[in-house]
């Protein structure tokens, strides 16, 4: 099995690749700046859930089977209901292609409208769903938007990645799990200064893949980053047997300065880091789905 996955990968290498489409970074910005205008956004809050509101409505409005996967999460102050959002287009091989991302923020006392940490990831979440959605894929595609990314209180195994491992256990019992030829989850790819890392839990041929997209279409100097592991929602699904890759750019600011502070704000971002990880991300699903 493992093999056999190998080679497609391998296969996918060699594949003829063509410019991803009407992918809009501007766009994408759009939608995160929509995002963001909800203010801080920790799960449970009522600013989440207008922000759930209003991706609901704009993935239907673009035609999009939406799964609202509510559910109650047991955190270090109490039961919190939380919901991930699931948009779903069917293909006709009965493999699956995921992107997911997060849209919650972390709980401060300060003001944290996370603009690039869960602003960023559901914006350009958003404008995948307005790019495919009339673009014909092989494969399912599912455009997942995580709840409950953030700790409550401090970062541990049980107080952290809520929505991620909820729906890789929900996904684990109903069989997608084992459908599923790649995940890809984005988190903080809006950064002005866009160095994606290598992120050393992923899977190592998918990231080849990626990588070597990136430096097709010229966006290689975004993709520069140094090697780290970092816990995100991948890791849920990687510990089930699924493919995954996690996009994430880990130097927001001087000395990372910007990231969990109120200077996550909607100037550190730019249309140019989104498009770059769009179109990428887009041509990369393409060799995929073949």
Known sequence: MHRSKTLTLAAALLAPFALA?????AQALEYTKAIVAFGPRPAGTPALQKTQAYIVQQLKAMGWTVIEDAFPAKTPVGVLQMKNIIAFRKGTSGKALVVSGHYDTKRFPFRFVGANDGGASAGILLEFARAFKDRSLKSDLYLVFFDGEEAVKDWTATDSLYGSRHLAERWQKDGTNARISALINLDMIGDRDLHIVSE????????????????????????DGQELPIEDDHVPFLRLGVRALDLIDFEYGPNHGWWHTPEDTLDKLSAESLQAVGKVVMETLRRLDQ
């Open 21 to 25: 489409g009407d992918f809009s970074g």
């Open 200 to 223: 050393m839990y992923s899977s190592e041929p998918l990231r080849r893949l990626l990588w070597q997209v990136a430096a097709q279409l010229g966006e290689a100097k975004r993709f």
